[in-house]
């Protein structure tokens, strides 16, 4: 296959195939509407698709679709083959610039909020040209935007790429205030870290739980889990590298810049993390890299588990989505440079994700609220609840300076002394990271780190991006009519930082008592639950300002708002249906033929010898027929309170009934059934326990 430079890219028609197969003035217009947003026009159309299945056809494909992200989460598509009947009875290969541009999928089983009517099935997809079509099996890949036949965006991409309209229009007002007239582009871009736990597709088909759900929801604590910190950063083992090594492959060939792999924190659990791009490219390849990890799973007899919290009592998976705002011509604006006190355009940058970030906290949670991230947030390896700002002694120190008028001394260089000569020489960073912060700045980003793995990064994109916007505006709209630019600029960087400082925290986010010096001193949001954060999409400040940038109508912010409850519902009435399934066909009986057996047993050893207690056997039949019981009684609680959830007036009321009765009669059986696992015979015992599958694989 030669050297990863030979294939890197080799599946996707990017720019270097562009310039290699089209007409100098079509490469030339096609460039113009990727760079600088102007209208396509159909002919170049044309000489692109006829380009493009040139080239398809060339690497095997016989197929071609628009590849598109509804609100399910994940990605659909459909397959239109590239054949046409000719007049000789034979067939002619066609793509014309009107499929390019435009499909018309069956809209009618996908999402909607009530955006349209089960009988409403048109939709539209539109070719975005700002991502690269790709080659997945024999299919051409082409990146399209997914509407509604009223135009309503019922997709992931449309928004994305209207936030990044928004913030590259704010932003560009703020750089002319600054005098640069020369830059024509500001993006937003992304490296969104990927965490997921690896097990033996053997193990996975005996888990009805894992196959419905993508979680246990059942499971005692194995007598080893990650206490001993041994699996993090440790070897990776051989059919796992072998894993990684063909998951690399596939992703460079189609463009997907994979950089780094290792070992997380949980038994089972790993990472990759890729190199940054452009937000709209960078959710693009994020929804195709969890793909194909997970059909590269599929061929190593493996299964690759995407859910937020697939094993209770071990680390969850995360997405941390590292942010940051360029220029066209390479300028980091989030980079403070070597004197960031001095540095007013960074300062100024800095404080509008400051004051975005503590003005919309709310629209951060929702952003990443789901029924599995729920189990996530808030625990040891995770971020809580609360949105805060980790900025680093050296950014905490200048903006103090800045609010109180005081000289800024600047950080002093250390070097670092590991007391062995032979080792290279080097300065300490000026400030450490913290990993329990929801949103920390590492340096010339943020560091978002609230998002489940399996969660598409475009909808905390989205928030991130028009909350940045928003902010930026309310700054330009100000310093375009001040007297004096300088004057005006100290002043507005010193009322964010008084204003919006309570969000600053710089601490241990696990600890106890932040949460409550939080919410209780501070006044900052805890929605703990997605029942809880959702509605808040409804408030009158964020629909207002949501609309206002263009990035989502009412309509389309009502929908999401109906989409994410019932998701969240539809979830957990699964899990619950399947839990009480478990419990009364397979985990029930299989402790009461164990008891069975014990009784059995006592009964043998009595006729053997009538002075035998048999003690053992007594004592655990009595403590098991007590589990089953209770087993019986929780799983009746548990469909009762399913049923109750027909009572509920509207979506939002269902969401409350699940958080406050059927999560609770969830959690009630689980715990019955795994104190039984820990006092059956393994045997016995219908499920692959804990300590089997996180370490299935060798």
């Given at each position: 296959m030669g050297t990863v430079t030979d294939y890197f890219g080799s599946?996707?028609?990017?720019?270097?195939?562009?310039?290699?197969?089209?007409p100098a003035k079509v490469y030339a217009s096609l460039k113009k509407t990727i760079d600088e947003g102007s209208e396509l026009d159909i002919g170049v159309a044309n000489a692109v698709a006829a380009a493009m299945k040139d080239w398809a056809i060339s690497k095997g494909a016989t197929h071609f679709t628009h590849w598109f992200q509804p609100l399910t989460g994940i990605t659909a598509e459909k397959h239109d083959s590239f054949i046409t009947p000719s007049p000789d009875g034979g067939v002619i290969m066609v793509f014309s610039g009107k499929e390019l541009i435009k499909g018309e999928p069956d809209a009618s089983s996908f999402p909607s909020g009530g955006l349209r009517a089960t009988f409403e099935a048109r939709g539209y997809t539109a070719w975005d040209p700002t991502s690269y079509a790709f080659i997945k099996g024999k299919t051409l890949c082409i990146p399209t935007a997914f509407c509604s036949y009223g135009g309503h965006a019922l997709d992931k991409k449309t928004p994305l790429l209207r936030s990044m309209e928004t913030l590259n229009k704010q932003a560009l007002r703020i750089l002319r205030l600054f005098g640069n007239d020369t830059v024509k582009r500001v993006t937003s871009s992304v490296g969104p870290e990927q965490e997921y736990f690896l097990i033996t597709k053997e193990m996975y088909e005996q888990r009805p739980d894992l196959r419905f759900t993508g979680r246990t929801l059942f499971g005692a604590k194995p007598?080893?889990?990650?206490?001993?910190?041994?699996?993090?950063?440790?070897?990776?083992?051989?059919?796992?590298?072998?894993?990684?090594?063909?998951?690399?492959?596939?992703?460079?060939?189609?463009?997907?810049?994979?950089?780094?792999?290792?070992?997380?924190?949980?038994?089972?659990?790993?990472?990759?993390?890729?190199?940054?791009?452009?937000?709209?490219?960078?959710?693009?390849?994020?929804?195709?890299?969890?793909?194909?990890?997970?059909?590269?799973a599929a061929k190593h007899g493996l299964v690759c588990l995407l859910h937020e919290k697939p094993f209770a009592g071990v680390n969850g998976s995360g997405k941390h989505n590292n942010w940051s705002i360029a220029t066209d011509s390479g300028q980091n604006l989030l980079s403070p440079g070597a004197t960031p006190y001095e540095n007013a355009q960074f300062l100024l940058f800095l404080c509008a994700v400051i004051k975005a970030v503590d003005d919309y906290q709310d629209l951060l949670r929702i952003s990443v609220a789901t029924a599995g991230n729920d189990h996530r947030l808030g625990a040891n390896e995770a971020p809580p609840a609360v949105v805060s700002i980790f900025l680093g002694d050296e950014l905490n120190a200048v903006l103090e300076a800045i609010e109180n008028n005081t000289p800024y001394k600047g950080a002093e260089k250390t070097q670092m002394k590991l007391g062995v000569d032979v080792l290279p020489k080097f300065n300490r960073d000026t400030t450490d990271r913290n990993r329990t912060s929801p949103f920390a700045f590492t340096g010339n980003k943020f560091e978002?780190?609230?998002?489940?793995?399996?969660?598409?990064?475009?909808?905390?994109?989205?928030?991130?991006?028009?909350?940045v916007a928003e902010s930026l505006r309310i700054y330009a709209d100000r310093l375009e009519k001040a007297e004096d630019f300088e004057t005006a600029l100290?002043?507005?960087?010193?009322?964010?930082?008084?204003?919006?400082?309570?969000?600053?925290?710089?601490?241990?986010?696990?600890?106890?008592?932040?949460?409550?010096?939080?919410?209780?001193?501070?006044?900052?949001?805890?929605?703990?639950?997605?029942?809880?954060?959702?509605?808040?999409?409804?408030?009158?400040?964020?629909?207002?300002?949501?609309?206002?940038?263009?990035?989502?109508?009412?309509?389309?912010?009502?929908?999401?708002?109906?989409?994410?409850?019932?998701?969240?519902?539809?979830?957990?009435?699964?899990?619950?249906?399947?839990?009480?399934?478990?419990?009364?066909?397979?985990?029930?009986?299989?402790?009461?033929?164990?008891?069975?057996?014990l009784a059995k047993t006592a009964a043998a050893k009595k006729a053997l010898d009538s002075t035998l207690t048999c003690d053992y056997e007594t004592a655990l039949v009595r403590k098991l027929s007590v589990l089953t019981d209770r087993i019986f009684n929780d799983s009746a609680a548990l469909e009762n309170s399913v049923l109750s959830l027909a009572t509920a007036e509207d979506i939002g009321a269902e969401a409350a009934l699940i958080r406050d009765k059927v999560l609770v009669k969830m959690n009630e059986l689980r715990v019955a059934c795994d104190e039984a696992e820990t006092l059956t015979a393994k045997s016995y015992w219908p499920y692959p326990a804990y300590a089997d599958l996180l370490f299935s694989v060798k």
């Amino acid at each position: 296959m030669g050297t990863v430079t030979d294939y890197f890219g080799s599946l996707v028609f990017d720019d270097r195939v562009m310039k290699a197969t089209l007409p100098a003035k079509v490469y030339a217009s096609l460039k113009k509407t990727i760079d600088e947003g102007s209208e396509l026009d159909i002919g170049v159309a044309n000489a692109v698709a006829a380009a493009m299945k040139d080239w398809a056809i060339s690497k095997g494909a016989t197929h071609f679709t628009h590849w598109f992200q509804p609100l399910t989460g994940i990605t659909a598509e459909k397959h239109d083959s590239f054949i046409t009947p000719s007049p000789d009875g034979g067939v002619i290969m066609v793509f014309s610039g009107k499929e390019l541009i435009k499909g018309e999928p069956d809209a009618s089983s996908f999402p909607s909020g009530g955006l349209r009517a089960t009988f409403e099935a048109r939709g539209y997809t539109a070719w975005d040209p700002t991502s690269y079509a790709f080659i997945k099996g024999k299919t051409l890949c082409i990146p399209t935007a997914f509407c509604s036949y009223g135009g309503h965006a019922l997709d992931k991409k449309t928004p994305l790429l209207r936030s990044m309209e928004t913030l590259n229009k704010q932003a560009l007002r703020i750089l002319r205030l600054f005098g640069n007239d020369t830059v024509k582009r500001v993006t937003s871009s992304v490296g969104p870290e990927q965490e997921y736990f690896l097990i033996t597709k053997e193990m996975y088909e005996q888990r009805p739980d894992l196959r419905f759900t993508g979680r246990t929801l059942f499971g005692a604590k194995p007598p080893k889990g990650q206490e001993m910190d041994d699996h993090y950063f440790g070897v990776i083992k051989p059919r796992v590298a072998a894993y990684m090594e063909e998951l690399n492959d596939e992703l460079w060939k189609r463009g997907i810049l994979a950089k780094t792999e290792h070992n997380e924190v949980a038994p089972a659990q790993h990472e990759l993390a890729p190199i940054y791009a452009t937000t709209n490219i960078a959710t693009d390849h994020n929804q195709l890299t969890m793909e194909i990890m997970q059909k590269v799973a599929a061929k190593h007899g493996l299964v690759c588990l995407l859910h937020e919290k697939p094993f209770a009592g071990v680390n969850g998976s995360g997405k941390h989505n590292n942010w940051s705002i360029a220029t066209d011509s390479g300028q980091n604006l989030l980079s403070p440079g070597a004197t960031p006190y001095e540095n007013a355009q960074f300062l100024l940058f800095l404080c509008a994700v400051i004051k975005a970030v503590d003005d919309y906290q709310d629209l951060l949670r929702i952003s990443v609220a789901t029924a599995g991230n729920d189990h996530r947030l808030g625990a040891n390896e995770a971020p809580p609840a609360v949105v805060s700002i980790f900025l680093g002694d050296e950014l905490n120190a200048v903006l103090e300076a800045i609010e109180n008028n005081t000289p800024y001394k600047g950080a002093e260089k250390t070097q670092m002394k590991l007391g062995v000569d032979v080792l290279p020489k080097f300065n300490r960073d000026t400030t450490d990271r913290n990993r329990t912060s929801p949103f920390a700045f590492t340096g010339n980003k943020f560091e978002f780190r609230m998002l489940g793995s399996s969660n598409s990064i475009a909808c905390a994109n989205i928030m991130l991006n028009t909350a940045v916007a928003e902010s930026l505006r309310i700054y330009a709209d100000r310093l375009e009519k001040a007297e004096d630019f300088e004057t005006a600029l100290h002043e507005m960087i010193r009322k964010t930082i008084k204003d919006h400082k309570h969000i600053i925290f710089n601490g241990n986010g696990y600890d106890g008592d932040w949460i409550k010096e939080a919410t209780k001193k501070r006044g900052l949001l805890n929605y703990r639950t997605t029942a809880d954060a959702v509605p808040h999409i409804l408030d009158k400040k964020n629909v207002d300002m949501l609309t206002s940038h263009g990035v989502f109508t009412e309509a389309e912010i009502k929908s999401r708002y109906e989409i994410t409850l019932e998701n969240y519902c539809k979830t957990v009435v699964i899990e619950a249906n399947t839990m009480v399934d478990m419990a009364k066909t397979q985990i029930a009986p299989a402790i009461t033929a164990y008891a069975l057996e014990l009784a059995k047993t006592a009964a043998a050893k009595k006729a053997l010898d009538s002075t035998l207690t048999c003690d053992y056997e007594t004592a655990l039949v009595r403590k098991l027929s007590v589990l089953t019981d209770r087993i019986f009684n929780d799983s009746a609680a548990l469909e009762n309170s399913v049923l109750s959830l027909a009572t509920a007036e509207d979506i939002g009321a269902e969401a409350a009934l699940i958080r406050d009765k059927v999560l609770v009669k969830m959690n009630e059986l689980r715990v019955a059934c795994d104190e039984a696992e820990t006092l059956t015979a393994k045997s016995y015992w219908p499920y692959p326990a804990y300590a089997d599958l996180l370490f299935s694989v060798k």
